[in-house]
């Protein structure tokens, strides 16, 4: 079925720093998505994007947090600085259009270790 | 705003008995509902999906039926395997948006 492939798989830095998560999302896809989970628990939205802008986003997306998809490359999210409470897996999907019911293709998800 | 409600958090079963994980949502907008399985260190993997008023969706085993009059989506299998055990997710899609709303999960253990 459809992949979408995310980079890295792990990934751990001292808190402060810079981290960049990188997404690959199903190719001919238009709408794409950050979803944050921790410790196998509720998957949380944090934001979706479309046509290079940010469509919706939720509280969790802080000031630290921006995306982009740079000339249908990778879609990334960024977290500037990182904080402790940023530990989780993140979780990239994907999904067609407007047409459809919707369904999200999920990669394997980044986790994230902050220390 | 767009919520969905799954009531247990882990429910433990014998390999061979049935189960039903209960989901309610809450929308404004007509609904879609969604399943997701998510095992060990995988990335959650669509199971079921349904937008039709009382009509039985299934695959793999299981099914569900979308009940618009009392909002509800339960996720059912008639028995339960030792690979069924893993995490399940009910998730909406219900404004304009095109997010999914997901709940807080039910974690299934089946035990030989």
């Known amino acids: 079925g459809p992949k979408v492939l995310q980079i890295p798989s792990h990934q751990i830095i001292d808190m402060g720093q810079m981290v960049t998560l990188n997404c690959d999302p199903v190719?001919?896809?238009?709408?794409f998505y950050w979803y944050k989970q921790i410790l196998g628990q509720q998957m949380e939205f944090l934001v979706n994007?479309?046509?290079?802008?940010?469509?919706?986003k939720s509280k969790l997306f802080k000031d630290q947090f921006s995306v982009e998809r740079p000339d249908g490359s990778y879609f990334t999210l960024k977290i500037q600085p990182t904080a402790l409470e940023d530990s989780a897996v993140y979780f990239c999907a994907s999904s067609p259009g407007t047409g459809g019911s919707g369904q999200l293709y999920f990669g394997e998800g980044s986790k994230l270790t902050v220390l | 705003g767009d919520s969905v409600t799954q009531t247990e958090g882990l429910v433990t079963l014998t390999k061979g008995l049935p189960v039903m994980l209960n989901c309610t949502y809450q929308t404004t907008y007509s609904p879609f509902l969604f399943w997701y399985v998510q095992h060990l260190n995988e990335a959650p993997k669509l199971l079921l999906k349904?937008?039709?008023?009382?009509k039985r969706t299934e695959h793999q085993g299981f099914y569900a039926t979308l009940h618009k009059s009392s909002s509800s989506f339960h996720l059912q299998k008639s028995s339960v395997q030792l690979s069924d055990s893993a995490l399940y997710f009910c998730?909406?899609?219900?404004?304009?948006?095109?997010?999914?709303?997901f709940g807080t999960g039910t974690s299934l253990l089946v035990d030989p």
């Open positions: 349904s937008s039709t008023d009382n």
């Open positions: 190719s001919n896809h238009l709408y």
């Open positions: 994007f479309y046509n290079g802008k940010v469509m919706e």
């Open positions: 998730a909406l899609k219900g404004n304009m948006g095109y997010k999914l709303t």
